[in-house]
């Protein structure tokens, strides 16, 4: 699977909108690129996945460049909770695949 | 959607002494469960891949007799963590994989004393 690149840290003020990056500058044309968060203590958590396409849904939205090298991770309403680490992964379609988690990236939310 | 529970949450024990920890998938099955153990400050790096009715596969320096992973149903995988010194203490996680997308339990936070 292709390796990715994100910001050790980040800080966001509640309430604006959190933009996380990611370069995957080694990805496959069958490769995905997903999004997990892990909040303190907590196992990661699934929070989105595309191929090509944008995508949105309840926690957030995917916006991958149109050579696929990079993407960005949106939190249009960033609350204190949403405090956590991001790992963007990616991976191939088999089932069979592990995700490898890289460092990920912190977010700090702030009042 | 999805669950995957992981038993216990937190567990304390004495130097010398085992602790398994389970792993369900509760509404769907999942023929490879993973497992991964992550220390304070760091990334989760997988320790062993399960696979329902056959052996384990070990990442490089993950002792197999030391961390006896079972896979016996489809909905369950379990992690024994034999002779448990303090440098094992950490956070475990497993991990189970839908069609779609991988889900991963709570957590087990060992500690040994």
């Known amino acids: 699977d292709a390796k990715t690149t994100q910001p050790p840290s980040m800080d966001c003020a509640e309430g604006r909108a959190a933009n996380l990056p990611c370069n995957h500058s080694?990805?496959?044309?069958?490769?995905?690129v997903y999004w997990y968060r892990q909040i303190h203590s907590q196992g990661p958590q699934y929070i989105i996945h595309?191929?090509?396409n944008n995508e949105t849904n309840e926690m957030a939205s995917l916006i991958i460049t149109e050579d696929r090298k990079s993407s960005t991770l949106i939190l249009p309403h960033a609350t204190l909770r949403d405090t956590a680490v991001y790992y963007c992964?990616?991976?191939?379609?088999?089932?069979?695949?592990?995700?490898?988690f890289g460092g990920g990236t912190r977010l700090m939310v702030k009042p | 959607g999805a669950v995957v529970s992981q038993h216990p949450s937190w567990v304390i024990c004495k130097s010398g002494t085992s602790v398994k920890i389970e792993c369900r998938s509760l509404d769907f099955q999942a023929t490879t469960m993973f497992w991964y153990r992550q220390f304070p400050k760091q990334s989760l790096m997988l320790m062993a891949t399960?696979?329902?009715?056959?052996?384990?596969?070990?990442e490089q320096g993950v002792e197999k007799d030391k961390f006896l992973i079972n896979h016996a149903s489809l909905t369950l995988s379990t992690l024994t963590v034999t002779s448990a010194h303090p440098e094992d203490s950490s956070f475990y996680i497993c991990?189970?994989?839908?069609?779609?997308?991988?889900?991963f339990g709570q957590g087990t936070r060992l500690t040994v004393v």
């Open positions: 595309g191929l090509k």
């Open positions: 992964i990616v991976r191939g379609s088999n089932a069979g695949n592990m995700l490898t």
């Open positions: 991990s189970a994989r839908s069609p779609t997308e991988a889900f």
């Open positions: 399960s696979n329902e009715g056959s052996k384990a596969t070990y």
């Open positions: 080694t990805i496959s044309g069958n490769e995905y």
